[in-house]
């Protein structure tokens, strides 16, 4: 078997959101620079995902190069929105963290509200550093995170989600399948693993950067949003139940704490430390 390489990186700069594919990108000690640094929330202040929202797979967000957004959606004008000056924040309650977020002005609330049909605001993290603790039961003192579910990256493999479809195929819904790696909205996606090697590494290193494995990642409804058309089907739930249940979680990928910072590129080699 040839030796791991990363073959993608995924950058999702809007929670949820459809994101973009760059060649090289540096890795923050919360998770790629640019990924998940924004997010929506309802009246409530509560986080806004595919979960409650399926339609936020048609949307789209890239970061510009003054780490403004560029937003587009069908049949509506793409969206621009600058970085917040963080003269004030506001609570947000992303799942059972309670913390604060930079409030965004302007057209793009009206305009995200209007696509979704209720009432959303755009907020921004603008100090991932001191925000957002890691769950201390998989962190070490002071590690943070951005806006993701609640670790700063999210590693898959191809052989893996190959082995996965191959179920998909034997089972009730072969109709869904195969399904592509966008399901799982991965950070960092590699090639030349064995399928599932990911559940035996410990600790892996990509480029000048280097990882710890926290644990395995829990699958939801999100993954059974088909991410070109915004609709639901049962796949790969349904398989996953059959095949890859951890207890009370449906695992596929595992996730990733950054020890050293720095670049990666598509093509690094990926060594597994430990």
């Known amino acids: 078997m040839p030796n791991p390489v990363l073959r993608s990186i995924h950058v999702h700069p809007v929670k949820s959101v459809a994101g973009?594919?760059?060649?090289e990108v540096a890795v923050?000690?919360?998770?790629?620079?640019?990924?998940?640094?924004?997010?929506l929330i309802d009246s409530?202040?509560?986080?806004?995902?595919?979960?409650?929202?399926?339609?936020?797979?048609?949307?789209?967000?890239?970061?510009?190069?003054?780490?403004?957004?560029?937003?587009?959606?069908?049949?509506?004008?793409p969206q621009?929105?600058?970085?917040?000056?963080?003269?004030?924040?506001?609570?947000?309650?992303?799942?059972?963290?309670k913390i604060e977020a930079?409030?965004?002005?302007?057209?793009?609330?009206?305009?995200?509200?209007?696509?979704?049909g209720a009432e959303v605001r755009l907020v921004h993290l603008d100090d991932p550093a001191h925000?957002?603790?890691?769950?201390?039961?998989?962190a070490l003192p002071g590690e943070t995170v951005n806006l993701g579910d609640g670790y700063p990256l999210l590693?898959?493999?191809?052989?893996?989600?190959?082995a996965l479809n191959s179920l998909i195929a034997q089972g009730d819904h072969a109709d869904e399948g195969p399904l592509p790696m966008t399901r799982f909205r991965p950070n960092v996606v590699v090639d030349g693993a064995a399928p599932w090697a990911e559940d035996d590494w410990k600790?892996?290193?990509?480029?000048?950067?280097?990882?710890?494995v926290a644990k395995p990642c829990g699958r939801c409804v999100i993954t059974t949003t088909d991410q070109r058309t915004a609709e639901r089907g049962k796949e790969p739930l349904r398989t996953l139940a059959r095949h890859r249940r951890f207890g009370d979680q449906l695992v596929f990928g595992q996730y990733l704490v950054p020890e050293r910072t720095g670049l990666i590129r598509v093509g690094d080699a990926v060594t597994v430390v430990e």
């Open 20 to 23: 973009y594919a760059p060649g």
């Open 28 to 39: 923050e000690p919360w998770g790629l620079a640019g990924d998940r640094r924004w997010t």
């Open 44 to 77: 409530s202040a509560k986080v806004i995902t595919q979960r409650q929202q399926p339609r936020l797979a048609l949307a789209r967000a890239e970061t510009l190069p003054d780490g403004a957004i560029r937003l587009t959606t069908p049949g509506r004008e």
């Open 80 to 97: 621009s929105v600058a970085v917040p000056e963080p003269v004030s924040t506001t609570p947000v309650e992303i799942f059972r963290d």
């Open 102 to 116: 930079v409030p965004v002005d302007g057209p793009v609330n009206a305009w995200f509200s209007d696509y979704l």
């Open 131 to 138: 925000r957002r603790p890691i769950d201390p039961e998989h």
């Open 155 to 162: 590693v898959t493999t191809l052989a893996s989600l190959d």
């Open 203 to 212: 600790r892996i290193a990509i480029g000048e950067a280097t990882f710890r």
